[in-house]
């Protein structure tokens, strides 16, 4: 302010003026103190007193000197994440077209934790990279202009361009690649509010978006050369340095660096040599813990070892140059070779490049948040590569603590075991580069569930096309081979995974409903109970695609007796394939129960003239027919 206690008497223009900038700082400044509205807002610009200009100035200086005040004191209900540099933005949607798989892509995460999963080549890294676009204007180090490679543009779209080539070339559909990041409510990306989103959805949002777009002054050459490219019978590659890449907040202006208040950082967890992340955490931990005087006697040590090595190792070597004249040796001595760039962590002697790959990982993961302590967006890929049990423990643990009310985390992942410790409700799920479906409905003791129980198999549920969910394996090898008896091929063979669940079908079956998973299929042991009173616990997640299978209680508890009744008239041929022991039928129901996997093993690896004469329990019957109908229901003959 002292600028401003200069002028004594100001003009009215000069008032105005000062009015401007300062109605647009004072709200600024107290939208992040939360400080009361009447502190910050300065008079109303409509009674600013033309006889008397001085007055009305020292009204805004006033109001000026109540900020500088509270701000000193730390006197404000304003939290510390609200300062600027804590956590800001939020984002509540995303919209891609045309980038890599994601052709016409539309995504509403939540706040807080979202676990990306789905089959491989399904999109989740093209998501993660689309967020690190949009959001820093680089990806993985080098500037969005500079990055455009052809590979980045949707095929189907490049191709049904070429195609189009063939024809007038009015109103074509130049292939685009265009990215927007639409952020939760806050006052502090009003800079980045407006109505000047390109998809005129939003009236008034904060938000960002990234295109990739041919310069209509280069349009005329640039579908010249592609159709030079057609005739010459391809690759159909289209030529990107036409293209220019546009970086615009909603508000209408372009941007040449990340706004205030969108922060992103993406954690890199894959083990290599040297890592940005580390070593510039390196540089600052080195920078704060040494003082000048320090840092130049280490300097000036270094500079003692060059100058000896040039001088007593180097100073003899003499390079040859084909009459050129002869060359020497020198220790390069440019800022690529500071010494502060040979300073590397280690342990126990060893440096970190030099440890496991797990270590490595993990370590570089600890690293990277606390770099980001101050970064709303984390972007996390696949964290469980090259990591057993114990260490992928430890750094779900690691991203479990980042997790805040205040920063929004990303993570792709292939493991169950981060899927379950992470937490169910956190999940999105996604296929052949369609909008992900996230979870919304799933209950909180189910989702604690599978936190307790993290070992458990879940993803198996999410990205299956068909699902059986059984007790154990011997459940498993007798739907196999009753599969098979009737359908000709074992279950996986017709895009069916069998599931061993224990006793947690309801479970299932509940994340199943919230998935919107279509056929699945429950069966287990009646355990001498009814079966109504299995499938009534399971009810609720229960529709024409999830059914529920259960044997009768006059067939027995478990499924030995259910193959034994099933096949009463033919046990002699059922005690010779899962017993081997002649054709004795003595205590067959007992030699089942107690060696369970085994005589399920014998009955799915015997021969199949043998076996296919046996009869399938009903209840397992049922539940093919219900998991892979065919056009004419089988019978059990």
């Known amino acids: ?167 007038p070339l009015e109103g074509i559909n130049v292939p685009e690649i265009k990215i927007v990041a639409v952020f939760s409510e806050d006052r502090r990306l009003a800079r980045i509010t407006g109505a000047n989103d390109p998809d005129k959805k ?33 690759p159909f590659v289209l030529p990107t340095d036409y293209y220019d890449c546009s970086w615009h907040i909603f508000q209408g202006d372009p941007i040449v660096r990340r706004p205030n208040g969108v922060s992103c950082t993406r954690i890199d967890t894959m083990p290599e040599p040297r890592s940005r992340a580390v070593d510039a955490y390196t540089k600052s931990y080195v920078g704060e813990e040494l003082d000048d005087d320090k840092k130049f006697e280490v300097a000036s040590r270094f500079r003692q070892v060059y100058a000896q090595v040039d001088r007593d190792i180097l100073a003899g070597i003499t390079v040859n140059c084909s009459g050129r004249g002869d060359l020497g040796l020198q220790i390069d ?29 993990l370590t570089k993961c600890a690293v990277s948040l606390e770099n980001a302590d101050s970064e709303s967006i984390l972007l996390l890929e696949e964290p469980e590569c090259h990591l057993s049990y114990s260490w992928l423990n430890d750094l779900v643990g690691v991203i479990a603590d980042a997790a805040s009310e205040d920063r929004q985390i990303f993570v792709t992942t292939h493991s169950p075991f981060v899927l379950n410790r992470l937490g169910l409700d956190s999940l999105s799920v996604m296929a052949e580069g369609n909008s992900p479906s996230r979870i919304t409905n799933l209950s909180k003791d189910t989702v604690s569930y599978f936190k307790r129980l993290s070992g458990y198999d879940t993803l198996r549920i999410v990205l299956a096309d068909k699902a059986v969910l059984v007790e154990g394996p011997t459940d498993e090898l007798v739907f196999d081979w009753a599969f098979r008896k009737v359908r000709g091929k074992l279950p996986h063979e017709k895009g069916i995974d069998v599931i061993e669940c224990g006793t947690s079908h309801k479970r299932l079956l509940e994340f199943a409903s919230a998935l919107g998973k279509g056929r699945v299929a429950a069966l287990r042991d009646n355990d001498e109970e009814d079966p109504d009173y299995w499938a009534g616990l399971a009810k609720p997640h229960l529709s024409n695609v999830r059914a529920f299978f259960c044997g009768a209680l006059e067939g027995g508890k478990t499924i030995e007796p259910q193959m034994i009744e099933a096949n009463k008239d033919k046990l002699q041929t059922l005690a010779s394939i899962v017993r081997k022991r002649g054709n004795s039928t003595d205590k067959l129901d007992e030699f089942m129960t107690n060696n369970k996997t085994e005589w399920a093993l014998r009955l799915l690896e015997a021969d199949r003239s043998e076996s296919e004469v046996l009869d399938i329990p009903s209840y397992i019957l049922n539940a093919i027919n219900f998991i892979d109908p065919a056009p004419e229901s089988a019978e059990n003959e």
């Not at 709200?27 to 200009?53: C, Y």
């Not at 070779?337 to 490049?353: F, K, Q």
């Open 333 to 361: 001595r440019s800022p690529r070779t500071d010494w502060t760039n040979s300073i590397v962590l280690h342990r126990d002697g060893l440096p970190l490049y030099a440890l496991g790959s797990a270590e490595q990982t």
């Open 1 to 167: 302010m002292p600028a401003l206690e200069l002028m004594e008497c100001p003009s009215l223009f000069t008032i105005s003026i000062i009015y401007d900038w300062a109605d647009t700082f004072m709200r600024r400044a107290g939208a992040i103190m939360s400080l009361p509205e009447e502190l910050v807002r300065p008079p109303d610009q409509r009674q600013i007193d033309i006889s008397a200009p001085t007055a009305t100035y020292r009204t805004i200086i006033a109001c000026f000197d109540k900020i500088r005040e509270t701000a000193k004191t730390g006197n404000f209900t304003g939290n510390r994440a609200s300062i600027p540099g804590g956590p800001a933005s939020m984002i509540r949607e995303l919209r891609i077209s045309g980038f890599r798989i994601l052709k016409d892509f539309v995504w509403e995460p939540k706040e807080g934790l979202n676990i990306l999963v789905g089959a491989n080549s399904a999109g989740k890294s093209t998501v993660l990279d689309a967020i690190e676009l949009v959001t820093r204007g680089s990806i993985r180090g080098q500037g969005a202009r500079r990055s455009l490679s052809p590979d980045w543009f949707n095929k189907d779209i490049v191709d049904a361009f070429f195609q189009e080539l063939g024809g």
């Open 202 to 234: 939003f009236k008034d949002a904060p938000g960002i978006y990234i295109t990739y777009s041919v310069s209509p002054n280069l349009l005329p050459q640039f579908l010249e050369e592609c159709r030079s490219i057609k005739e010459a019978g391809g």
